[in-house]
Structures are given as C-alpha cells and as structure tokens.
C-alpha cells in the first residue's frame, strides 16, 4: 500500500498542468523535470483552450530545449462533463501528452 501511495506521489511530480502562466515558464519546468529532477518521464496535462498551448509546450521543450533527447511517448485525449455555475452541464476536452527519454 505504502508503495502504491509513492508510486503515485512520483507520478503527480512529474505532471505539468498547462493554465495562463507565460508559456516558457511551462516549457522551464518540463525541461527541469528532465534535467534536475532527473525524471524518465514527464506528463503534460491540459483542458479546453490550452490544448493546443500544450501541445506547443511539449513541441518546444523535445526539440529546442532538450535536443531531441525526449519523445513523445504517448497522448491521451478525453473529456469531462460537469455542472456550471448556471446549472448547465458542460464537456470539456482534455489531453495528456507524455514525454520520456530516449
């Protein structure tokens, strides 16, 4: 149980979650994952209008920063309903694009 509650701590680090930060903020701290936290993989998560953001981030940070080091290893797309503010149900899409070392 201990383990399983680690493993999981580990994942959530390495998770980017992609809002209205400037941009290269984003693509620092994917590349900081890589290079100080020494991680295999990085997840960049990202709902509605940042998705295409997202994608850009990941774009920028394996080709740019890192020198085709990492790949993208695999993209996850889906998508959430809930309850506005206004008592309407909404979907709104989502994307995992993850990352990871040659």
Known sequence: ???ELNENITRQDN?????NKPFMNYVTG???QFTTKQADEVIIKARGKFIARAVDIAEV??????????????????SE???NT???QVRVSTIEISLKKH
């Open 1 to 3: 149980m201990e383990d």
């Open 15 to 19: 998770n980017v979650l992609i809002g």
């Open 30 to 32: 994917v590349v900081m």
């Open 61 to 78: 940070s394996s080709k740019r920063f890192l020198d085709n080091t990492v790949h993208v290893n695999d993209i996850k797309i889906d």
């Open 81 to 83: 309903e809930f309850t």
């Open 86 to 88: 206004e008592g309407r």
